[in-house]
C-alpha cells in the first residue's frame, strides 16, 4: 500500500486551512439572524470606570426594559467611552440611526436641540420637579426651548476649588483665601518651583480653561454674555480680570508655563502629583483621591473659586439624558429616563459614584454619605446656587461653538504669550464672539 | 596613512554606534515606559518626582484589567478580526493579484492604478459611508461588518504588493504547470504561492498589524461589548478627564505582544519578501 507521504509543508498546509477555517467559521456562523435596528431600545452607556456605578446604572436599565415587555433582543446595550461619543454620534446621526437614550453634555445637547433631533421629555420633567425638595432649576432651564424640554439633568459637576489645606497653612492662612488678592499673597509664598500655587488651565483643548477664567472675571464684574444671552465679555470688569490673570502668570509667576498646553486632564494630574496647590475642577479630582488612597486626600479641601469687587461665585455645570426622536418605542425610551431618575433609584447611583456627581436633586444631598467626608461640605455648598459658565445668559448654538472653538481662551493666550494688552485681548475675544454669533444668526 | 584610514573607520564606527544606540533608545523608551508604568501603582503614577523603575512593583493592573473590564472578550475579538481579515487578504489579493499580472482583459490597467488610488483614500473620508453600508446589511455592530471594511483596504494594499512580486516570477514556470495539466487556479495556488511565501508573509503581516491596530473603524462600527477590539475598548480608561493610566498600559503592552510574536516567529520570511520586493519590483 502506497502510504502518503506526510511532509513539513503538508503539515504547515492543513494547520493554515484549520486556521482559516476556526477564524472564518467562527464569525461567520452558517446560521445568523440579524434583529432590525427598529425593534430595540439602543442605550448608550458612557461608562464611568467605576465598576459599582456602572453596574448599578446597567442593571436598572435591564430591570426596566424587563418591566417595559421588551425582550432580551429588544434591548440593546452598547457602551461607548464618553470621548468617542462626539464622533460616533456625529456618524450616527449622518446615517440616520442614532441611539435612543443617551448621555449628553450640555454643550452637545443644544446643538442637537437647536437641530431638532431629540423628542421633548417635558413630562419627565415635571415629574422630576414633584420629588421632594424638588429639582435644580438652574441646570434644568438649560434644557429648555420654546416651553419644552429637551433633556433631564442626570448629574451635576460643581467646578470645586481643590486647596492643598497643609501648603495653605504653612503659609499662614488657616482658612482657603476668599478673595483673589488673598489668594495672590498666599500663593506667592506656597510658590516654590516645580511646586506652584495655581494649576490654572490654560489650554485651547475644550476643558476647564474657561470656567478657570470665568471665575476671575466674575468676581471682578465681567461675564460672557449679558441676560439676552448677547456677547457681553468686553466690560471694565473683564479686563481687570484679565489683567489680573496676567499678573499672576507673568509678574507673579504662580501659575506653571505648561498650563497653556493642558488638555483636559492637565489640572487633575498636576493636583494629584501635588505640583500645584490649587485647581478648580469638578469633583473627579476628589473622587480620584479617594480611589488612589491619596496621602493629600485628607490634606485637600473643597470651595468655591476666591471672589472680588463683585463677589463671590460658585459654578457648576451638568449632564442630561436625552431621547432621539428616531426611537421606535418613543414612550418606553422616555419611560426609561423617568425610570433612572425615580429619586431613591438615582440616589443608589449618585452614592456608587462615590462623589463623581452631585445630585440634581437637593434633597439627596441629605444622605450620610454627602457627610461622610468634611471636603464634601464645601462640594455640596458649591452645588447650591452654583451658576451656569454661561450666566447671567442661557447657553446657545453659537456659545456652544465658542466654548468648543477656545475662542475666548485663545486671546487669553495672546495676551499671555505674545504680550497683548488685556484691553485688546478682551476686546478681541468680544469681535470673535459677535462673528460666531453672527454667523448663527443670532442677536448681538 | 593606514592609521589614518583605520582612526576614521574607527570614528565612523564609533558614531555610527552611538547614532544606532540612540534610535534604539528611542525606539524602546515608550514601550519600558509603558511596561514600567503598567506595574506601578497609582500612587506612584501621580506622585511628584518621575521613577524610571516601579518603587513597589505590583500586578494590580493587569488583575483589573482581567477582573474588571472586558479585556479577555476585546482580545479575542481582535484575534478573530484580524486573522479572518489577514486569511481573506491574502486569498482575494493572491487571487487579484495573479489575474491582473498574468492574464489580459480589457481594463487591467485601470484596475491596477485603481488599487493604488482606492488606498491612498484617506479612512477619515470613508466611515461614515461604509456606516451606511454595513447598516444596510444589517453588519452594524457585528465583527462581519469589521472585517468586510478592513477588506476595503487591506486587499487593494496587498494585491499591489503582490503583483510586484508575481511580476518577478517567469512566465514560464505558468506555462510549464499549464502544459503537465494544472489548470489556471491551480498554477497559482501550487506553483505562484509555493515559490512567494516571503510575500506572502510580508501582507499576512501587514494585514495582521493593521487589523490588529486599527482604531477609526472600530470605534465608529462597533458599540456593543461583545464585539468591541481592543482599540475599541482602551479609550473605556478615560472618562472625562480622568486617565487610568496603569490598567491602560497594561492593555497597551498585551495588545502589542501578538504582533511582536507574529513577527519573531516570520521574521526569516519578511525581511526576505521586503527585501525581495524591493530589488524586483
Not at chain 1, 431 to 444: A, C, D, H, L, T
Not at chain 2, 184 to 213: D, E, Y
Request: net charge positive; hydrophobic share 45%; with cysteine.
Amino acid at each position: 500500500m502506497a502510504g502518503r507521504q506526510v511532509t513539513r509543508r503538508t503539515v504547515l498546509k492543513a494547520g493554515v486551512s484549520a486556521a482559516a477555517v476556526a477564524a472564518t467559521g467562527t464569525i461567520f456562523p452558517p446560521r445568523r439572524s440579524f434583529a432590525a435596528r427598529t425593534q430595540k431600545l439602543v442605550f448608550w452607556m458612557q461608562p464611568l470606570f467605576n465598576k459599582e456605578a456602572d453596574e448599578i446604572m446597567l442593571g436598572q436599565v435591564r430591570d426596566y426594559a424587563k418591566l417595559a415587555g421588551l425582550k432580551d433582543n429588544e434591548l440593546e446595550i452598547q457602551t461607548v467611552p464618553g470621548g468617542e461619543v462626539a464622533k460616533k454620534l456625529a456618524a450616527a446621526l449622518e446615517v440616520g440611526a442614532p441611539p435612543d437614550v443617551t448621555r449628553m453634555n450640555e454643550e452637545d445637547m443644544t446643538r442637537l436641540i437647536a437641530q431638532k433631533q431629540f423628542l421633548p421629555i417635558t413630562e419627565v420633567v415635571e415629574q422630576m420637579r414633584k420629588a421632594p425638595g424638588g429639582v435644580n432649576e438652574n441646570i434644568v432651564a438649560l434644557a429648555e426651548e420654546g416651553g419644552k424640554y429637551y433633556g433631564a439633568p442626570f448629574g451635576l459637576n460643581p467646578q470645586a476649588g481643590h486647596a492643598r489645606m497643609d501648603l495653605f497653612e504653612k503659609a499662614g492662612y488657616s482658612d482657603f483665601p476668599d478673595t483673589w488678592e488673598k489668594f495672590i499673597e498666599a500663593a506667592q509664598k506656597i510658590t516654590q518651583p516645580p511646586m506652584y500655587a495655581y494649576g490654572m488651565a490654560l489650554g485651547l483643548t475644550p476643558s476647564d480653561s474657561l470656567a478657570d477664567v470665568m471665575s476671575v472675571v466674575w468676581a471682578y464684574g465681567g461675564a460672557l454674555v449679558d441676560k439676552e444671552s448677547r456677547p457681553a465679555l468686553n466690560s471694565p470688569g473683564t479686563v481687570k480680570a484679565f489683567q489680573l490673570i496676567d499678573d499672576m502668570f507673568t509678574k507673579h509667576k504662580i501659575i506653571p508655563r505648561g498650563t497653556l498646553s493642558w488638555d483636559n486632564s492637565g489640572n487633575n494630574k498636576a493636583f494629584q502629583a501635588g505640583q500645584v496647590a490649587y485647581a478648580l475642577n469638578p469633583p473627579s479630582i476628589y473622587s480620584s483621591l479617594i480611589k488612589d488612597n491619596s496621602p493629600f486626600l485628607d490634606k485637600t479641601g473643597l470651595f468655591p473659586p476666591p471672589g472680588g469687587p463683585a463677589g463671590r461665585f460658585k459654578n457648576g455645570y451638568a449632564d442630561y439624558w436625552s431621547v432621539f426622536k428616531q426611537a421606535p418605542y418613543p414612550e418606553i425610551a422616555k419611560g426609561l429616563v423617568g425610570y433612572l431618575l425615580e429619586p431613591k433609584r438615582y440616589g443608589q447611583f449618585i452614592v456608587g459614584a462615590q462623589g463623581r456627581y452631585l445630585p440634581v436633586y437637593p434633597s439627596l444631598a441629605k444622605d450620610p454619605f454627602w457627610s461622610s467626608r468634611p471636603a464634601f461640605k464645601g462640594l455640596v455648598q458649591i452645588a447650591d446656587g452654583a451658576i451656569t459658565t454661561y450666566w447671567p445668559g442661557k447657553l446657545n448654538q453659537a456659545l456652544g461653538e465658542i466654548v468648543t472653538q477656545s475662542a475666548v481662551i485663545k486671546w487669553v493666550q495672546k495676551m499671555l504669550v505674545d504680550r497683548m494688552p488685556a484691553a485688546e485681548a478682551v476686546g478681541k475675544a468680544q469681535e470673535e464672539m459677535v462673528q460666531i454669533y453672527k454667523r448663527y444668526g443670532q442677536p448681538v | 596613512m593606514i592609521g589614518t584610514q583605520s582612526g576614521i573607520r574607527r570614528v565612523n564606527r564609533i558614531a555610527g554606534t552611538v547614532v544606532l544606540l540612540a534610535l534604539v533608545v528611542w525606539t524602546l523608551a515608550p514601550l519600558y515606559w509603558m511596561v514600567t508604568t503598567s506595574l506601578k501603582q497609582n500612587n506612584e503614577i501621580y506622585g511628584a518626582g518621575i521613577s524610571l523603575w516601579p518603587q513597589h512593583p505590583t500586578l494590580e493592573n493587569y488583575a483589573i484589567l482581567f477582573t474588571k473590564t472586558p479585556y479577555l472578550i476585546y482580545f479575542r475579538n481582535s484575534m478573530l478580526v484580524s486573522l479572518a481579515t489577514t486569511l481573506l487578504s491574502v486569498l482575494f489579493a493572491s487571487l487579484g493579484a495573479y489575474a491582473i499580472t498574468r492574464l489580459r482583459f480589457p481594463g487591467r490597467t485601470f484596475l491596477a492604478r485603481g488599487l493604488v488610488y482606492t488606498y491612498l483614500m484617506p479612512q477619515s473620508m470613508l466611515f461614515i459611508p461604509l456606516l451606511s453600508i454595513l447598516i444596510w446589511l444589517n453588519l452594524e455592530n457585528t465583527r462581519e461588518g469589521l472585517v468586510l471594511a478592513y477588506l476595503g483596504f487591506t486587499v487593494p494594499f496587498c494585491t499591489w504588493l503582490l503583483m510586484g512580486y508575481f511580476m518577478s516570477i517567469p512566465t514560464e514556470l505558468d506555462e510549464a504547470g499549464m502544459v503537465d495539466g494544472c489548470s489556471r487556479l491551480g498554477v497559482l495556488f501550487r506553483i505562484i504561492l509555493p515559490v512567494t511565501v516571503p510575500a506572502i508573509a510580508t501582507v499576512a503581516f501587514f494585514s495582521f498589524t493593521l487589523s490588529w491596530n486599527e482604531f477609526l473603524y472600530a470605534s465608529v462600527f462597533l458599540s456593543r461589548v461583545g464585539v468591541k477590539t481592543i482599540p475599541t475598548g482602551i479609550p473605556s480608561f478615560i472618562v472625562e478627564d480622568v486617565f487610568f493610566w496603569g490598567p491602560m498600559m497594561a492593555s497597551t503592552f498585551l495588545s502589542a505582544l501578538p504582533p511582536l510574536l507574529v513577527y519573531f516567529l516570520f521574521q526569516r520570511f519578511l525581511i526576505t519578501g521586503l527585501t525581495t520586493g524591493a530589488v524586483k519590483a
